[in-house]
């Protein structure tokens, strides 16, 4: 069973988790409303995989035989000004997560958790993905700048987005 110290960070992990995926959906509900249905596609994608997340981090809690403490889940923001904006809060949100799983992944080292340590690497590899996506997004965006064309090819390209497979690769 992992220290109580490991319980407390993964099971501020799930809630942290599941924010983040109701963070996205808000993001999709505004993209949505200003009619840019691929970016907002792009985000329930997202929304999608965080709660996969949540889930993953559950059953290992579970597994190890920790208990399952569930957390409120504040609400997410709802106001933004442009879809750069949406995207650069995303950046944001992917790289405190990033920080999050490192300080959850420190703990297992120092607690000589080691099937924490398996389970986390994956977590750690995950990241520098959600960073990458949401990095080239937020260039992609940058580079359009206010040029409505650009945004609305950008916003098609968005749409193309699939979510995940259950192994981590994206579904056909």
């Known amino acids: ?84 904006e949406v995207f650069e809060y995303a950046l944001h949100h992917e790289q405190g997560v990033t920080q999050s799983i490192h300080a959850i992944y420190r703990q297992a080292v120092e607690d000589a958790d080691y099937a924490s340590q398996v389970f986390l690497g994956w977590f750690v590899t995950e990241q520098v993905e959600e960073e990458k996506s949401a990095g080239l997004a937020v260039e992609q965006l940058r580079m359009a700048g206010d040029d409505r064309s650009a945004i609305l090819l950008l916003d098609r390209e968005f749409a193309s987005r699939q979510p995940e497979a259950a192994g981590g690769e994206a579904a056909d």
Request: cysteine-free; hydrophobic content about 45%; glycine content about 4%.
């Open 1 to 84: 069973m992992p220290s109580a110290a490991m319980q407390q960070k993964l099971n501020d992990q799930v809630k942290h988790e599941f924010y983040a995926s109701f963070v996205y959906l808000s993001m999709a509900a505004w993209l949505d409303a200003r009619n840019l249905p691929g970016m907002a596609n792009w985000m329930r994608v997202q929304a999608g995989e965080e709660h996969a997340h949540a889930l993953k981090i559950y059953e290992h809690l579970l597994d190890r035989g920790a208990p399952v403490v569930l957390q409120t889940i504040p609400q997410p923001p709802v106001q933004f000004t442009s879809p750069l």
